[in-house]
């Protein structure tokens, strides 16, 4: 039988794929994220990524994270770019609103991406805007490769 947690945490990914489709609300999409983080046994990683939304697969748009592509490069492809705007930074802590969405996502200001480049986002940064992939934790959306907007 599966967890409580991974009930409420399908529960979210399927109300964050309705609120796209303006059937369910951003309200029903954190009821569920606040169920998850609040059910999650100790032990549990509840911050990692466990999926991610995906601009190639039209069938299934949220992925398993260890089923992303990579490029001849090696760098990650296939991750469909969001939008949004810094609100609030905090230590090693940081969260975007995503326009549309009525939801935020939390990301890490400092950080080395794929490429070896250091990206660190400060209080200055607050309302600055920014494209990011969308990550599924059971803590909730993580944004993830966050970079401004040229």
């Known amino acids: 039988m599966t967890d409580g947690y991974e009930k409420e945490y399908l529960l979210f990914l399927?109300?964050?794929l309705r609120l796209e489709k303006n059937i369910s609300s951003p309200a029903e999409v954190v009821q569920h994220i606040k169920n998850c983080k609040n059910m999650v046994s100790q032990g549990v990683n509840d911050i990692s990524f466990r999926d991610a939304y995906?601009?190639?697969n039209?069938?299934?748009?949220?992925?398993?994270?260890?089923?992303v592509k990579r490029g001849k490069s090696g760098s990650i492809v296939g991750l469909r770019e969001f939008q949004g705007t810094i609100t609030?930074?905090?230590g090693t802590?940081?969260?975007i609103q995503i326009d549309g969405l009525g939801l935020d996502a939390v990301f890490i200001p400092s950080f080395v991406d794929e490429n070896g480049r250091k990206r660190e986002f400060?209080?200055?940064?607050?309302?600055?805007r920014v494209k990011f992939n969308l990550m599924f934790a059971y803590s909730g959306l993580r944004a993830w490769n966050v970079d401004f907007l040229s």
């Open 14 to 16: 399927l109300h964050f």
């Open 54 to 56: 995906s601009s190639i």
């Open 58 to 67: 039209s069938a299934c748009t949220i992925i398993a994270f260890n089923k």
């Open 88 to 90: 609030i930074i905090q």
């Open 93 to 95: 802590s940081g969260i």
């Open 122 to 128: 400060t209080y200055k940064n607050v309302t600055d």
